[in-house]
C-alpha cells in the first residue's frame, strides 16, 4: 500500500521552513525519507522506527506519529541545496522492502 | 565513505533483446535491493535479496527479470526480451540488515547512482 505525501510541491524562499507529510493506512515499522535531485540517486537522508530513536541531519529533522501511522519531515532555515524532491519509503514489518509516495517536490529560491 | 556503484550508467537496447545491468553493493552489507523509475515517477520496488536468495518480489518482477551474485561481490539484474516499458532508471541499493533471527531492524538502504536504461 502506497504512502501518501504532501503537500506534492513547495516552493520556498532561503531561510524558510517546510513541513513534508507521509501517511499510510497500515501499520508501519518504520519511515525512511530521501531526497533525490534531478537525474541523481536516491540519497538517505533518516530512519524513522517504530519506538526507537529518530537519526537526522542538523536542521532536518522528522517525526513518526505511530497511532496514526504518518511521519512529518521538517526543514528548517531552508537553502538552495535543499531543493530536490522528497521521498518516504514505508516498512511494515522490519524486513519488508520500501514502498515509496509519489514524493514532494520542494524548490528553494533565492 | 563505501557507496554502492552500478555499471553501466547508460545502456541503450533494441526490443526483444537481453540485458544485464551490473552493481557492486557496500562491501559488508547483507541485503540487497533493485528499485526502478520510470522518468518523473516514483522509485519501484522489484526484488530483494539476501543470503544467495530471493527474500520478496515485486509483481513487477516477472519471468522476464532474474537476478544473480555470481562472485559474492557484483549483484546483477537480468532482464530477458526488453520492451519499450522497461525503459526506465534502475537503481540498486543496499542495507546492512541483521539476520532474523536477531530481531527485526530497519536499516536506511544506500542506493547506487542507477543505470539508465532505453529500449528503442
Known amino acids: 500500500q502506497q504512502p501518501v505525501q504532501s503537500p506534492q510541491a513547495v516552493i520556498l524562499r532561503e531561510g524558510e521552513d517546510a513541513v513534508i507529510n507521509c501517511s499510510s493506512s497500515?501499520?508501519?515499522?518504520?519511515v525512511h525519507w530521501y531526497r533525490q535531485k534531478h537525474g541523481e540517486a536516491p540519497v538517505f537522508l533518516m530512519i524513522?522506527?517504530?519506538?526507537?530513536e529518530q537519526k537526522g541531519h542538523e536542521k532536518i529533522s522528522a517525526s513518526f506519529n505511530e497511532k496514526k501511522q504518518q511521519s512529518s519531515l521538517y526543514l528548517t532555515a531552508s537553502q538552495l541545496s535543499y531543493s530536490g524532491t522528497y521521498f518516504c519509503?514505508?516498512?511494515?514489518?522490519?524486513?519488508?522492502?520500501?514502498?515509496f509516495g509519489k514524493g514532494t517536490r520542494l524548490s528553494v529560491i533565492a | 565513505e563505501p557507496e554502492v556503484t552500478q555499471t553501466p550508467s547508460h545502456q541503450v537496447t533494441q526490443m526483444g533483446q537481453e540485458v544485464i545491468l551490473r552493481c557492486v553493493p557496500i562491501?559488508?552489507?547483507?541485503?540487497f535491493y533493485w528499485y526502478r523509475q520510470i522518468l518523473g515517477q516514483k522509485v519501484e520496488f522489484l526484488v530483494s535479496?539476501?543470503?544467495?536468495?530471493?527474500?520478496?518480489k515485486s509483481e513487477i518482477f516477472d519471468d522476464q527479470f532474474s537476478v544473480e551474485r555470481p562472485d559474492g561481490s557484483n549483484f546483477t539484474l537480468k532482464i530477458r526480451s526488453t520492451k519499450l516499458e522497461d525503459s526506465a532508471m534502475y537503481f540498486c541499493?543496499?542495507?546492512?540488515?541483521?539476520?532474523?533471527?536477531?530481531?527485526?531492524?530497519?536499516?536506511?538502504?544506500?542506493f547506487g547512482p542507477g543505470t539508465r536504461l532505453t529500449v528503442t
Open positions: 497500515k501499520a508501519l515499522y518504520s
Open positions: 519509503g514505508t516498512d511494515r514489518t522490519g524486513n519488508t522492502p520500501l514502498v
Open positions: 562491501s559488508n552489507h547483507l541485503y
Open positions: 524513522l522506527l517504530k519506538g526507537g
Open positions: 535479496f539476501y543470503n544467495n536468495e530471493i527474500s520478496e
Open positions: 541499493a543496499s542495507s546492512p540488515y541483521e539476520t532474523r533471527d536477531r530481531g527485526s531492524s530497519s536499516y536506511e538502504q544506500y
